[in-house]
Each structure stands twice: as structure tokens, then as C-alpha cells.
């Protein structure tokens, strides 16, 4: 059975823009995993420490693989594209965050489904509305347009030279 999942990419160091692309082509690669749908890229204010400004994005993905199984490959795609961990919430070439599986909740020591944080950050939420504006929180059991007049978006700019 196909499951529907929601992504956040991320990257605020090294060549951003084409890291986030690649990041998405990697994905069509793997057996079981499709992309379905993609936002526009955003240019965003960071979050947390000082650090250069984030493009940031979402993208619908279509999948038969487990939900532990596809952060494994997103994972892989963070170290396949130079990721190197650094201090919480600092900066990286790549950032890759499953947000929504379907309508589960998932918590275990090593993924917990939603995203704990996507209902406060403007950088998740406005490319998500774009894509998936109608998408329940199984948790606050608000649509995500829903979440998303609730904060404050002017951090986030979107990109209109790209995609
Ligand atoms: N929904 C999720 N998506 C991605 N990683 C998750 C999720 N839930 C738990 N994790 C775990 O978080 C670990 C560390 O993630 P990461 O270093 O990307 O955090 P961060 O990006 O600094 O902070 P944040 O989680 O706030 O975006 C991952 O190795 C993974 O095991
Ligand atoms: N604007 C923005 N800020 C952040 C981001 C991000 O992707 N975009 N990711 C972080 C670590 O998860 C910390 N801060």
C-alpha cells in the first residue's frame, strides 16, 4: 500500500540551492519512493543560533517503504551530500526532516512522526501549505493552512528565480 509522507529540505551552507535539488533527484532514485509534488524554494531567516539564511522547501513523496526505512534514506542522502553534524539547530549543507507519514504518530527513541516542531516554524509550514494545504496534524488534528495563521511568516521569502 502507498503511503503519503511530507518532507522539510533544508540548507543554509555551500551551494544551497542546487543541494536542495539534488537532494530531491537522489530521492527518485531509490526503489519504493516517489515525489510527488514539490514547493517553491524559500530564502529563510535562521532559526536558533546566528547563521547564514536557509533555502528552504517541502515535497509530497509517495512511498512503500516503513516510515524507520525512509529516514535511513534520508538520512543517507544528508551524508551523501556532505552533511557533517555540527551544534543543534546550526548551520548544514543539508537538512532533511520527515514531517508527516500518513496519519501516524510514531515515537520512538530515533523518529517520532509528526515532527515535533513543524506547527511553530514558518520555514516548514508555508512551503507545506502550498502543497498540502488541506493535510491534517493528527495531533492538534488542525490542516496545516489551519497551523499556519497562527505564526509569524515574515522570515520566509520566497524564491522566484527558481523552480
Ligand atoms: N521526524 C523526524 N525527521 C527527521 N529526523 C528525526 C525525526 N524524528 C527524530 N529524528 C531524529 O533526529 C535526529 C537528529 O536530527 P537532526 O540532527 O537533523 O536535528 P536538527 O535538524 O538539528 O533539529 P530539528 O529536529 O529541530 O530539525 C535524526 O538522526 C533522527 O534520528
Ligand atoms: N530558517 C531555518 N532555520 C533553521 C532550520 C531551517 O531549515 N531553516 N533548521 C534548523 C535545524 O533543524 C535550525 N534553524
Request: proline share 7%; glycine share 8%.
Amino acid at each position: 500500500m502507498d503511503s503519503n509522507v511530507a518532507i522539510g529540505l533544508g540548507s543554509n551552507l555551500g551551494l544551497s540551492g542546487q543541494t536542495v535539488e539534488t537532494a530531491l533527484e537522489l530521492l527518485e532514485g531509490y526503489e519504493g519512493i516517489r515525489v510527488k509534488k514539490r514547493s517553491h524554494w524559500y530564502r529563510t531567516i535562521p532559526v536558533g543560533p546566528p547563521q547564514p539564511d536557509y533555502i528552504n522547501g517541502c515535497a509530497i513523496l509517495e512511498v512503500t517503504v516503513s516510515p524507520q526505512s525512509l529516514l535511513e534514506t534520508l538520512l543517507e542522502i544528508e551524508k551523501t551530500l556532505g552533511r557533517v553534524r555540527g551544534e543543534r539547530w546550526g548551520p548544514r549543507t543539508l537538512d532533511l526532516d520527515l514531517l508527516l507519514f500518513d496519519d501516524l504518530i510514531l515515537n520512538t527513541p530515533t523518529l517520532e512522526i509528526p515532527h515535533p516542531r513543524m506547527r511553530d516554524r514558518a520555514f516548514v509550514l508555508v512551503p507545506l501549505a502550498e502543497i498540502a494545504p488541506e493535510w491534517i496534524d493528527p495531533i492538534s488534528k488542525k490542516a496545516i493552512a489551519q497551523l499556519l495563521e497562527t505564526i509569524d511568516q515574515s522570515g520566509v521569502q520566497k524564491l522566484t528565480l527558481t523552480n
